[in-house]
């Protein structure tokens, strides 16, 4: 059975960082493209970086581009998510996913999702 359990939420000043992190479990790391999306209440949860399964390509929303960096060590079965710069609309329930071969940044092409993560960016 697969998990995903995000860390590394909590609140930040504008202007600050924080570094998420997805630990996973119950499936062969190597074999998962990863993503990191958000959602803030009555939106959808929207697509934020994701990252092949070997880590050699990644993507980002125009929204967090130079600013967000997302990492994965498949020694540790982790994917990261750092993030600079931050913002008060970057506030959001980070939920990581994970998706067996294809890398995607179609949410609808996740079927494994971790319990989320809240980041909370004060002005």
């Known amino acids: 059975q697969v998990q995903l359990v995000e860390s590394g939420g909590g609140l930040v000043q504008a202007g600050g960082s924080l570094r998420l992190s997805c630990a996973a479990s119950?499936?062969?790391?190597?074999?998962?493209?990863m993503g990191w999306f958000r959602q803030t209440p009555g939106k959808e949860r929207e697509f934020v970086a994701g990252?092949?399964?070997?880590?050699?390509?990644?993507e980002y929303a125009d929204s967090v581009k130079g600013r967000f960096t997302i990492s994965r060590d498949n020694t540790k079965n982790t994917v990261y998510l750092q993030m600079n710069s931050l913002k008060p609309e970057d506030t959001a329930v980070y939920y990581c996913?994970?998706?067996?071969?294809?890398?995607?940044?179609?949410?609808?092409?996740?079927?494994?999702w971790g319990q989320g993560t809240q980041v909370t960016v004060s002005s």
């Open positions: 990252i092949t399964n070997g880590g050699g390509r990644s």
């Open positions: 996913g994970a998706r067996r071969g294809i890398y995607t940044a179609v949410q609808s092409g996740y079927d494994n």
């Open positions: 119950g499936l062969t790391f190597s074999w998962y493209a």
